[in-house]
């Protein structure tokens, strides 16, 4: 069987209240490219679990930073280690 992949940045069109991301990995390439789509200022808040190593912990957190910058509020500080 064969599953068709959405990318998340597909799905959002309209506010989302909170999105939760936690993807084994490959939050950095999700988050990016919610960037570039604007999809980002439609999300009031962001929860991310990083995972992978400390250069691409690294990666996501400048994303995440870029996220701010994109439209997403910033409603916190952003948890240890990131």
């Not at 989302?16 to 570039?36: N, R, T, W």
């Not at 910058?69 to 240890?80: A, I, K």
């Amino acid at each position: 069987m064969l599953v068709d992949a959405v990318g998340l940045s597909d799905l959002i069109t309209e506010p989302v209240d909170y999105l939760k991301v936690d993807i084994e990995g490959s939050e950095f390439g999700v988050l990016k490219d919610l960037c570039a789509t604007g999809k980002m200022g439609l999300v009031k808040y962001l929860s991310c679990e990083l995972h992978g190593t400390p250069a691409v912990q690294d990666q996501v957190a400048g994303t995440v930073d870029g996220a701010f910058t994109s439209g997403l509020p910033h409603h916190g500080q952003r948890g240890e280690g990131v």
